[in-house]
């Protein structure tokens, strides 16, 4: 079992800055991929980026050159840095692990099993 915390969100204003953290515990991560989710109301939970047990980094569409992941194995701890954050950016932003050791696949969304609580992050004009 993997138990995942975020920190990190808030209130913020276009074209502002602001970084997420999330640190899992339970079990070895390194083998895992995980990422940043987010979901905005009335919308479904979508891929903001994660990053893969290889150290790949993949990035949604809408945050590609605005957002950087990283991750720390030694610490369990996913860093999300977001830039010239936008209205559309205000969402829950979910913390993730994937539930397969070395999975081939850390696009998929349904193989992230386990969930933090998540963090809103609310970007004003």
């Known amino acids: 079992q993997v138990q995942v915390v975020e920190s990190g969100g808030g209130l913020v204003q276009a074209g502002n800055s602001l970084k997420l953290s999330c640190t899992a515990s339970?079990?070895?991560?390194?083998?895992?991929?995980m990422g940043w989710f987010r979901q905005a109301p009335g919308k479904v939970r979508e891929l903001v980026a994660v990053v893969a047990w290889s150290g790949q980094a993949y990035y949604g569409d809408s945050v590609k050159d605005r957002f950087a992941i990283s991750r720390d194995n030694n610490k369990n701890t996913l860093t999300l840095q977001m830039e010239r954050l936008k209205t559309e950016d205000t969402a829950v932003y979910y913390c993730?692990?994937?539930?397969?050791?070395?999975?081939?696949?850390?696009?998929?969304?349904?193989?992230?099993?386990?969930w933090g609580q998540g963090t809103l992050v609310n970007v004003s004009t």
């Open positions: 339970g079990r070895t991560l390194s083998r895992l991929h």
């Open positions: 993730a692990a994937h539930g397969q050791p070395d999975d081939l696949d850390p696009l998929g969304i349904g193989g992230y099993v386990y």
